[in-house]
């Protein structure tokens, strides 16, 4: 019963030290990335750490170190491989640094209400990266003054961007499909609230200005929520229509389904369709998808470095703009 009533306690710094069998002194070490922890010893705490599921209360290891040694990365989502892919640079650079990320999947109005009640926790790390929210807009009210944060996929007034230029990027399917004789569709994510990222809305900007200035236009734009069910219907309504046309999404996510809906009805991929998805997710390169490709990894870890050197003070000038091209990618469809 002792076992059962302690899994809805909070793991306390003492129950890893019992775990692991080492001293309270030795834990604080290997938390605090200390050199004076033998290589076994800190295996067998890190072990002990993520058994018990311990988290480091961020205010005490404040004012025992004056660093909580933790970075909060706020997403829209946090599923998919486009997060997997960013989260996994992140943390690697953050790693690499002595510190950990805490995450925090900010999907829906009553996360954004959770966060502001539990911003006393989230937002007392050392820093924050920010993904596709627009933190001038949604978050400043709510982010303590002096904190270092960097934003990715959103431009910001007050701090760092990592931007990749998702208006070109749509210019250049632009520029790709002009070229086919066939009807054009574009099927794509609108933003529903505020929190949600525009950089759906500039794929298809660039896009229909590319083929505008090339006296192309789209035949029609579908909007669907960020799931393969409704796209595989928007799919079946093309094709019963069309059997040649082709079809810009806004993210790989969407091509899967269209793809896999042509090649049930009969129709020849890369042939009596044309697709063409954005981000250049390990799906895309498994299946052949030609792509717009952005540079997530590089996005990730260029973020995490702008706030390790806000964090220590090596970049003190004014918040910087860093906007990474991305570039298309011919395959099969």
Known sequence: MAKTKR???RVTIKDVAEYAKVGVGTVSRVLNNSPHVDQH???RVLEAIKVLGYFPNPHARRLSTGSSQLI??????????FYQILMSAIDEVLFKYGYSSLLYPLYNEKKYEALKRSSDILLSTDGLIVD???VDKVLSNIIKPQTPVVCIEQES????????????GGIIAGDYFADFDMDIFVVTHRKSHELESTVFDERL?????SLEKKGRSIDKVYYVPLDWESTFEVARRIFYRFKRCAIFTTTDYLAVPIIEVARTMGLKVGEDV?????????????????????PIAEMGRLAAETLI????????EKPKKYILKPELVIRST
Not at 274 to 294: H, K, M, N, S, W
């Open 72 to 81: 909060t990365v706020i997403t829209p989502e946090m599923k998919g491989d």
């Open 157 to 168: 007034d007050d701090y760092d961007s990592i931007m990749v230029d998702n208006y070109y």
């Open 41 to 43: 010893t800190r295996q």
């Open 309 to 316: 050197k806000r964090i220590s003070g090596k970049l003190k």
């Open 7 to 9: 899994s809805f306690q």
């Open 132 to 134: 596709a929210v627009n």
């Open 274 to 294: 044309r697709v063409c998805g954005f981000d250049d997710l390990p799906i895309a390169q498994v299946l052949e998808i030609t792509t717009v490709r952005q």
């Open 205 to 209: 900007e660039g896009f229909q200005e």
